[in-house]
C-alpha cells in the first residue's frame, strides 16, 4: 500500500500557475503509475494527467493539454502537477492517485488516492 500526500493547492487569479506536490510513501512507488485527478462540485471526478513508473509516458486531458506538465521524482518518491495559465474552469479538489501497474490513465485503474487540495482560480 502507498500512502499519498497533496499539497501546494490554494487560491489564483486567472492566468496565473500553481505547482501541485504529492509525496508517497511505500517501497513500491517507483513501480507504480502515478497520476492527478479533479473533481468540481457536482460533477465526477476526471482524470487530469497520469504519469507512467519511468516517467516516459504522459497522457493529458484535452483541456489542459499545453498548460499543465506532470513529472516524477522517483527518488524523492514525489509526482509533480505545474499548472500554468490557470482558468476559473480548472477550479476543483485535485487528488494524487496511485496504481499498482506501470502505465494506467483511466480513474478505476488507480487504487490509492490522496486527501485532496483544494484549487481555486478566480477570474
Known amino acids: 500500500q502507498v500512502q499519498l500526500v497533496e499539497s501546494g493547492g490554494g487560491l489564483v487569479q486567472a492566468g496565473g500557475s500553481l505547482r501541485l506536490s504529492c509525496a508517497a510513501s511505500?517501497?513500491?512507488?517507483?513501480?507504480?503509475?502515478m497520476g492527478w485527478f479533479r473533481q468540481a462540485p457536482g460533477k465526477e471526478r476526471e482524470v487530469v494527467s497520469t504519469?507512467?513508473?519511468?516517467?516516459?509516458?504522459?497522457y493529458y486531458a484535452a483541456s489542459v493539454k499545453g498548460r499543465f506538465t506532470i513529472s516524477r521524482d522517483n527518488r524523492k518518491m514525489t509526482v509533480y502537477l505545474q499548472m500554468n495559465s490557470l482558468k476559473p474552469e480548472d477550479t476543483a479538489v485535485y487528488y494524487c492517485?496511485?496504481?499498482?501497474?506501470?502505465?494506467?490513465?483511466?480513474?478505476?485503474?488507480?487504487?490509492?488516492w490522496g486527501q485532496g487540495t483544494q484549487v481555486t482560480v478566480s477570474s
Open positions: 492517485a496511485a496504481s499498482v501497474s506501470g502505465w494506467a490513465v483511466t480513474r478505476n485503474s488507480f487504487g490509492s
Open positions: 511505500g517501497r513500491t512507488f517507483s513501480s507504480y503509475a
Open positions: 504519469i507512467s513508473y519511468s516517467g516516459e509516458m504522459t
